[in-house]
């Protein structure tokens, strides 16, 4: 039933994912777009920490993990979100429905091995600036869409029962569509330019596990892992017309190297297996090259990207017979990020909360789980945005066994 399922799911997503804009927020128009890679639901409902070695619930954060899974396990996500941005002057709101993550993990005795499909950024804003009312002002629409996708493969090895390894290959993807209307009042037609960005590229992550109890039924649990820097092949072409000219003109084609900058993440938690976790997680990572021919602007500089987060579990009683709810599994966390862009000399940040919740589905291993983040992005300050925004989170992580050998005809 469950190949049934991983097969109709990933013709789905492929090509939703594709159709889909994952993000309302102005500030996806510089780079590649919004950062979108945030790991499965269950972890980012603890605000990404990921440290425990899980034999149920699948980690793509870090490939080491792949060598501790029980059970093939088959993970799809998605995400509804609010936002409400603010500047000085306005207000306004945007929705958004998205694909999140497709996975599937592998067990194979010692090794364990995950394939999947996940965003990696997305733009998506559309932004005007009437003065029409205004002669000789300059009025302006700007729009963007598309974004980047990660494919990847990964194997983990356990070293001991406590200790793993693993490494990934990620190939990165996308299309980013760019367009700006800008018409002077007083003068009937208006100029439009497209930008259109297709983007290619690999990159490696590596990672290790290791946990160890440390008093009666406490354990520490410990995570690292470090993504290589990759570059992106960028193939531009522009395209210039004015209204009522039946002959845009289109600039000759070029091609622009991207960087995606190294990250290292570190991790480490304490608890009790199946019952409570407490951890945190650290995310370092460099400034990269990522503006392009058309999102380069003298008021914006990249500088390192860095990540705090708190998090963690608690499951009443997971072998109850008598209570559902004291099965489910209770998650919480707490972030601050700062997203490696200054505009205006103004340092983006983002802060949030997030809860969540696992529901067993019962006599199986699998589960459907609930998270909801809210948090504020950006500063009116400036002159800039400030995006409060809400996301409510769907998953659904299916368990089975592959390759069992059947004991009867």
């Given at each position: 039933?469950?190949?049934?399922?991983?097969?109709?799911?990933?013709?789905?997503?492929?090509?939703v994912s594709f159709a889909q804009q994952g993000t309302a927020s102005p500030y996806s128009f510089y780079g590649i777009g919004d950062s979108r890679l945030k790991g499965t639901l269950e972890f980012r409902s603890m605000a990404g920490v990921a440290v425990e070695q899980d034999s149920i619930h699948l980690n793509i954060e870090n490939p080491a993990s792949y060598a501790s899974l029980g059970q093939t396990t088959f993970s799809v996500g998605g995400t509804f979100g609010t936002t409400k941005l603010k500047s000085d002057t306005e207000t306004s709101k945007a929705q958004r429905s998205t694909f999140d993550y497709l996975a599937v993990g592998i067990p194979m005795g010692k090794f364990g091995a995950a394939f999947g499909?996940?965003?990696?950024?997305?733009?998506?804003?559309?932004?005007?600036?009437?003065?029409?009312?205004?002669?000789?002002?300059?009025?302006?629409?700007?729009?963007?869409?598309?974004?980047?996708?990660?494919?990847?493969?990964?194997?983990?090895?356990?070293?001991?029962?406590?200790?793993?390894?693993?490494?990934?290959?990620?190939?990165?993807?996308?299309?980013?569509?760019?367009?700006?209307?800008?018409?002077?009042?007083?003068?009937?037609?208006?100029?439009?330019?497209?930008?259109?960005?297709?983007?290619?590229?690999?990159?490696?992550?590596?990672?290790?596990?290791?946990?160890?109890?440390?008093?009666?039924?406490?354990?520490?649990?410990?995570?690292?892992?470090?993504?290589?820097?990759?570059?992106?092949?960028?193939?531009?072409?522009?395209?210039?017309?004015?209204?009522?000219?039946?002959?845009?003109?289109?600039?000759?084609?070029?091609?622009?190297?991207?960087?995606?900058?190294?990250?290292?993440?570190?991790?480490?938690?304490?608890?009790?297996?199946?019952?409570?976790?407490?951890?945190?997680?650290?995310?370092?990572?460099?400034?990269?090259?990522?503006?392009?021919?058309?999102?380069?602007?003298?008021?914006?500089?990249?500088?390192?990207?860095?990540?705090?987060?708190?998090?963690?579990?608690?499951?009443?009683?997971?072998?109850?017979?008598?209570?559902?709810?004291?099965?489910?599994?209770?998650?919480?966390?707490?972030?601050?990020?700062?997203?490696?862009?200054?505009?205006?000399?103004?340092?983006?940040?983002?802060?949030?909360?997030?809860?969540?919740?696992?529901?067993?589905?019962?006599?199986?291993?699998?589960?459907?789980?609930?998270?909801?983040?809210?948090?504020?992005?950006?500063?009116?300050?400036?002159?800039?945005?400030?995006?409060?925004?809400?996301?409510?989170?769907?998953?659904?992580?299916?368990?089975?066994?592959?390759?069992?050998?059947?004991?009867?005809?």
């Amino acid at each position: 039933m469950i190949k049934k399922i991983i097969v109709s799911t990933c013709l789905l997503i492929s090509f939703v994912s594709f159709a889909q804009q994952g993000t309302a927020s102005p500030y996806s128009f510089y780079g590649i777009g919004d950062s979108r890679l945030k790991g499965t639901l269950e972890f980012r409902s603890m605000a990404g920490v990921a440290v425990e070695q899980d034999s149920i619930h699948l980690n793509i954060e870090n490939p080491a993990s792949y060598a501790s899974l029980g059970q093939t396990t088959f993970s799809v996500g998605g995400t509804f979100g609010t936002t409400k941005l603010k500047s000085d002057t306005e207000t306004s709101k945007a929705q958004r429905s998205t694909f999140d993550y497709l996975a599937v993990g592998i067990p194979m005795g010692k090794f364990g091995a995950a394939f999947g499909l996940v965003p990696l950024s997305s733009v998506g804003y559309r932004l005007s600036n009437d003065n029409t009312a205004i002669p000789g002002a300059v009025s302006s629409q700007l729009e963007g869409k598309g974004g980047v996708n990660k494919v990847f493969f990964g194997v983990g090895y356990k070293i001991t029962p406590k200790w793993n390894i693993g490494a990934d290959i990620q190939y990165n993807f996308g299309k980013i569509t760019t367009t700006s209307i800008e018409l002077v009042s007083g003068i009937q037609n208006a100029t439009r330019e497209v930008n259109t960005a297709e983007i290619a590229g690999t990159n490696f992550n590596i990672g290790t596990m290791y946990q160890t109890k440390v008093y009666k039924k406490m354990n520490l649990y410990t995570s690292l892992n470090y993504t290589f820097s990759g570059n992106l092949n960028s193939d531009n072409t522009r395209v210039v017309d004015v209204d009522g000219d039946p002959d845009p003109y289109t600039y000759p084609p070029s091609s622009s190297e991207l960087k995606l900058p190294g990250k290292l993440t570190i991790g480490a938690g304490i608890g009790e297996a199946r019952k409570w976790l407490v951890g945190t997680t650290l995310a370092f990572q460099g400034d990269g090259k990522l503006n392009n021919n058309y999102n380069t602007m003298d008021n914006v500089r990249y500088e390192k990207y860095s990540k705090y987060a708190i998090g963690g579990y608690y499951v009443p009683n997971y072998s109850s017979f008598t209570s559902y709810l004291s099965r489910v599994t209770y998650r919480a966390g707490f972030k601050y990020e700062k997203l490696g862009l200054i505009v205006n000399n103004e340092s983006i940040n983002d802060v949030g909360m997030t809860l969540g919740a696992g529901f067993p589905i019962t006599g199986t291993f699998s589960n459907v789980n609930f998270g909801l983040e809210f948090g504020k992005k950006g500063t009116t300050s400036s002159g800039l945005i400030k995006e409060n925004y809400m996301n409510f989170s769907l998953s659904f992580s299916f368990n089975d066994r592959w390759f069992v050998k059947s004991k009867f005809n």
